[in-house]
């Protein structure tokens, strides 16, 4: 009797690990990275840049409050003290500032809160606090501007014309990139 209902728990408690396994592998996958699960966070990534390109390149981009433009470029970043993705891009943001120390560029930063949860003061107080070196701070309404979120770079040429956009946390080839196409508008 002890072996029979021993048995049945067991069968109980195999079942149960049964089920909770087909409904992780209904939820979740079992793809884990190697599925087409992980690809779709960074397809609609590919997708939302595209998209801005379209949007923005060789458009003019004015912001109201925001008047300062480099005599070559003005790197604009879309920042949020909430957003973690800004936070762990401080040090690319910080290297990018550098650039308007060299004498051949005179590259100008500001950078822009969205105006819904945030104030000038706040974006000033966030760049301060991560030793961020800005022109100017501005908050706007990033859907009046059709900026998805936060981070967002847009590289503009002393006309404003929009000649680059990026969005979200760059990986190290992705920054180099926007080093060399800021530089390129440094020696013109």
């Known amino acids: 009797m002890v072996s029979l209902q021993r048995m ?31 690809q779709e966070p960074l397809d609609q990534i590919a997708h939302a840049r595209e998209s801005l390109n379209q949007k923005f390149i060789g458009k003019t981009l004015a ?5 300062i433009t480099g005599k070559k470029a003005t790197v604009t970043l879309f920042v949020s003290k909430t957003c973690k993705f800004c936070t762990a891009s401080m040090d690319f943001y910080r290297r990018l500032a550098d ?38 701070v501005d908050v706007v309404d990033f859907s009046e501007f059709g900026i998805p979120g936060t981070p967002t770079l847009i590289l503009r040429d002393a006309s404003r014309l929009v000649r680059a956009v990026w969005l979200g946390r760059l990986g190290e080839s992705e920054e180099e990139k926007v080093f060399s196409q800021i530089k390129s508008y440094c020696k013109a």
Do not use: F, M
């Open 99 to 136: 650039l308007r120390s060299t004498q051949s560029c005179d590259l100008k930063v500001v950078a822009v809160g969205p105006k819904s949860r945030e104030t000038p003061e706040d974006i000033q107080e966030y760049v301060a606090q991560h030793d961020l070196g800005v022109d100017g």
């Open 8 to 38: 049945s728990n067991i069968s109980v408690i195999v079942a149960a690990v049964v089920v909770i396994g087909l409904t992780l592998h209904d939820r979740l996958g079992v793809q884990g990275t190697q599925g087409t699960h992980a």
């Open 63 to 67: 912001l109201p409050n925001t008047p």
